[in-house]
Nanobody, 124 residues
Framework: QVQLVESGGGSVQAGGSLRLSCAAS????????MGWFRQAPGKQREGVAA???????SYADSVKGRFTISQDNAKNTLYLQMNSLKPEDTAMYYC??????????????????WGQGTQVTVSS
């Protein structure tokens, strides 16, 4: 059974940094795609960053140059380094994985596993 557990969220001031982690069990990084999504109150969930098993990555325009997605295959862990945080980055952040990939290396929606989420709050 696939389990994804996020950690690393918290409250920071604008301009600060956080690193999110997503520990995966029952899922092998050698296949498929993984990604980070976020959902702010009253808004739809959106893709933030994604990576495939070859290390190719993609980012939402709103986070390019500030966020970096990476993965440690030995630890079966996905990371999201978030720098220069802005108040508009405030959201619940979710890790997702799929053995299949959709566009821009995001995990395919047809078979997508989710973590429970971790809250990121950025104050001005």
């Amino acid at each position: 059974q696939v389990q994804l557990v996020e950690s690393g969220g918290g409250s920071v001031q604008a301009g600060g940094s956080l690193r999110l982690s997503c520990a995966a069990s029952g899922y092998i990084f050698t296949n498929g795609c993984m990604g980070w999504f976020r959902q702010a109150p009253g808004k739809q969930r959106e893709g933030v960053a994604a990576a495939d098993s070859f290390g190719r990555t993609s980012y939402a325009d709103s986070v390019k140059g500030r966020f970096t997605i990476s993965q440690d295959n030995a630890k079966n862990t996905l990371y999201l380094q978030m720098n220069s945080l802005k108040p508009e980055d405030t959201a619940m952040y979710y890790c997702a994985a799929s053995p299949h990939c959709s566009s821009a290396y995001f995990p395919a929606p047809g078979l997508r596993y989710w973590g429970q989420g971790t809250q990121v709050t950025v104050s001005s």
